[in-house]
């Protein structure tokens, strides 16, 4: 058993190594590449409305707010600055999103943003992101790579296509630091003991995003009290929660098998499904010695089984908003057949690790 368990690690690293590694160098290329065509198009935003302005910048050799959803696609979130006046309300009644209201006794001429509140009081995410979408529409025109950008037509969502080759969505968001969504409360879960009370203080502390763009828990019904309201995202929080042992290689060999054989028609699954799955196979394995190089195959197998049960139900529950299904939306046959494609792959490198130089 041991064995067979040291021959699965030795051939994940191998594979880790080899795959994982050039798919990081290929992606780091796309997105330097990415990012200087999306810079210079937001200078040219910030040209037009100074009140947008680019928050993209290189840290660490990472880029501050970009996401990779696939090796071709992309999401940029611009910060918004002055939040000050509103208060932030979740009630539950919107899943996976939140409002901005002007707080009791401020006027409306105090916000930088006054011309996007609603009459009732809310800063409205789909007006601000429409006015974003016209101004970036005239940047692509003038800016200096105008010959390899398009704008993509047919949604509300600002979105690009770089070369024909990338798709990059810029979405304007603020920042929340040092609160913490009344909608997570229950995190962490008082009878799990990862990730323990310091890395709790931590995840907190970074807080979350609100950003202006479809919320998918509301599709085909969304009203205006709807449209207004901001999603809530924890990227940075996630990126936190993973941090120590084989969780982050884990990760890595998920996403380079999720982009060789799991890019399926619909669209099925992408990264995010992948990091939601290692965060639960966390709370299922809490000691750190359950996350030791050597425990990478166990983790792994893990993984795929419980990702194989969540395509098999049709639901995915986001990890800190779990009454959000991440599978909201997606086509049931390609749910089906993403779920008979990892069921071979995982088959295939339980019983043949070696396979794993072909995958």
């Given at each position: 058993?041991?064995?067979?368990?040291?021959?699965?690690?030795?051939?994940?690293?191998?594979?880790?190594?080899?795959?994982?590694?050039?798919?990081?160098?290929?992606?780091?290329?796309?997105?330097?590449?990415?990012?200087?065509?999306?810079?210079?198009?937001?200078?040219?935003?910030?040209?037009?409305?100074?009140?947008?302005?680019?928050?993209?910048?290189?840290?660490?050799?990472?880029?501050?707010?970009?996401?990779?959803?696939?090796?071709?696609?992309?999401?940029?979130?611009?910060?918004?600055?002055?939040?000050?006046?509103?208060?932030?309300?979740?009630?539950?009644?919107?899943?996976?999103?939140?409002?901005?209201?002007?707080?009791?006794?401020?006027?409306?001429?105090?916000?930088?943003?006054?011309?996007?509140?609603?009459?009732?009081?809310?800063?409205?995410?789909?007006?601000?992101?429409?006015?974003?979408?016209?101004?970036?529409?005239?940047?692509?025109?003038?800016?200096?790579?105008?010959?390899?950008?398009?704008?993509?037509?047919?949604?509300?969502?600002?979105?690009?296509?770089?070369?024909?080759?990338?798709?990059?969505?810029?979405?304007?968001?603020?920042?929340?630091?040092?609160?913490?969504?009344?909608?997570?409360?229950?995190?962490?879960?008082?009878?799990?003991?990862?990730?323990?009370?310091?890395?709790?203080?931590?995840?907190?502390?970074?807080?979350?995003?609100?950003?202006?763009?479809?919320?998918?828990?509301?599709?085909?019904?969304?009203?205006?009290?709807?449209?207004?309201?901001?999603?809530?995202?924890?990227?940075?929080?996630?990126?936190?929660?993973?941090?120590?042992?084989c969780r982050k290689k884990c990760l890595s060999?998920?996403?380079?098998?999720?982009?060789?054989?799991?890019?399926?028609?619909?669209?099925?699954?992408?990264?995010?499904?992948?990091?939601?799955?290692?965060?639960?196979?966390?709370?299922?394995?809490?000691?750190?010695?359950?996350?030791?190089?050597?425990?990478?195959?166990?983790?792994?197998?893990?993984?795929?089984?419980?990702?194989?049960?969540?395509?098999?139900?049709?639901?995915?529950?986001?990890?800190f908003l779990p009454s959000l299904d991440l599978?909201?939306?997606?086509?049931?046959?390609?749910?089906?057949?993403?779920?008979?494609?990892?069921?071979?792959?995982?088959?295939?490198?339980?019983?043949?690790?070696?396979?794993?130089?072909?995958?």
């Amino acid at each position: 058993m041991i064995a067979a368990q040291a021959k699965l690690v030795y051939h994940l690293n191998k594979y880790y190594n080899e795959k994982c590694q050039s798919r990081k160098a290929a992606i780091s290329k796309s997105i330097r590449e990415v990012c200087k065509v999306v810079s210079d198009v937001l200078k040219e935003v910030e040209v037009q409305e100074p009140r947008f302005i680019s928050s993209l910048s290189e840290m660490d050799n990472r880029f501050e707010g970009l996401e990779v959803i696939s090796p071709n696609e992309f999401e940029v979130v611009l910060y918004l600055n002055q939040m000050g006046v509103f208060n932030f309300v979740d009630d539950g009644s919107l899943p996976g999103c939140a409002v901005l209201k002007l707080s009791d006794g401020r006027k409306r001429s105090m916000s930088l943003w006054v011309e996007f509140i609603t009459a009732s009081g809310y800063l409205s995410a789909r007006k601000i992101r429409s006015r974003f979408q016209t101004l970036v529409a005239q940047a692509v025109d003038k800016c200096s790579y105008r010959d390899v950008i398009k704008m993509i037509a047919d949604t509300s969502e600002v979105k690009l296509r770089i070369r024909d080759r990338y798709v990059v969505q810029i979405t304007p968001a603020f920042k929340c630091t040092g609160i913490w969504p009344r909608s997570a409360a229950h995190w962490p879960l008082p009878h799990i003991p990862w990730p323990g009370p310091n890395r709790v203080a931590e995840v907190k502390a970074e807080g979350f995003n609100l950003l202006s763009k479809e919320c998918y828990s509301l599709n085909g019904k969304q009203s205006s009290a709807e449209s207004d309201a901001w999603v809530l995202q924890f990227g940075e929080a996630e990126n936190r929660l993973i941090l120590g042992g084989c969780r982050k290689k884990c990760l890595s060999v998920l996403k380079t098998l999720r982009d060789r054989h799991l890019e399926l028609p619909g669209t099925p699954l992408n990264n995010y499904h992948m990091k939601t799955l290692v965060s639960y196979e966390c709370e299922k394995h809490p000691r750190e010695s359950d996350w030791d190089e050597n425990c990478l195959g166990d983790r792994l197998n893990g993984i795929l089984l419980q990702l194989i049960s969540c395509l098999q139900c049709r639901r995915c529950p986001h990890y800190f908003l779990p009454s959000l299904d991440l599978f909201q939306g997606k086509p049931h046959s390609s749910l089906e057949n993403a779920a008979k494609q990892t069921w071979r792959l995982a088959r295939e490198i339980l019983t043949n690790p070696k396979s794993l130089e072909k995958l």
